[in-house]
């Protein structure tokens, strides 16, 4: 049983030959790192990776974070696109036990205000047991606008960001009730799912 207090326990795996081979220094990591750190009220913390682009890699990373560490929500970077070593969907695919498409349809849509290659992205997401996987793009500006979203000069959102989806669905599949600061994303759940603020 979920108790109110539990931490969130997030994977953050970056997916590259280069970084993970000491070529250039990862970004996607401390982008993440730095976000969550803005973005959450609750607490959580972190089990990191950097893994190159192979796909058994990548399968057995994921099921070590979900099976082993426990991790109720794990985001990977990088290797979404159309190139031959891009397989992280395909991998996350591999391990899955449903496949949630909203997510990436709604990560298109985002990156798709700034560049028209955002159509080549295959960015998913899906469940496996207790947890929730989501493939982000690599780059950190892009990270950011697809789980915060876009909001116009006086703070209308043009596009949602994913994360505003992410607490409900972890509450959906046992996971620790998350709340975040609504400055940086608003949490939406239906009012029946709302635990009052505690005092």
């Not at 207090?5 to 993440?32: M, T």
């Not at 469940?127 to 793009?137: E, S, V």
């Not at 697809?146 to 949602?160: F, P, R």
Request: glycine letters at 8%.
């Amino acid at each position: 049983m979920t108790t109110h207090s539990e931490e969130l326990l997030i994977g953050l795996v970056s997916i590259s030959d280069r970084a993970s081979q000491g070529l250039y220094e990862d970004q996607g990591i401390p982008a993440l790192k730095d976000w969550f750190g803005k973005a959450l009220a609750t607490p959580w913390r972190m089990v990191t990776r950097l893994i190159p682009d192979e796909q058994r890699v990548i399968e057995a990373t994921l099921t070590e974070l979900v099976d082993q560490e426990r991790c109720h929500l794990v985001l990977t970077t990088g290797g979404t696109g159309p190139a031959p070593r891009d397989v992280t969907p395909e991998a996350t695919l591999a391990v899955a036990d449903k496949v949630m498409p909203g997510f990436g349809e709604q990560m298109r849509q985002v990156s798709l205000k700034f560049v028209p290659t955002a159509i080549l992205s295959r960015q998913i997401a899906a469940i496996r047991k207790g947890a929730l996987i989501i493939n982000l793009p690599g780059q950190p500006k892009a990270i950011r606008e697809t789980l915060e979203g876009l909001k116009d000069d006086k703070g209308n959102i043009i596009a949602s960001g994913i994360f505003a989806a992410v607490p409900y669905c972890i509450d959906l599949i046992g996971g620790p009730y998350i709340e975040t600061h609504e400055h940086v994303i608003k949490v939406f759940r239906p009012k029946s799912a709302i635990r009052p603020k505690k005092t």
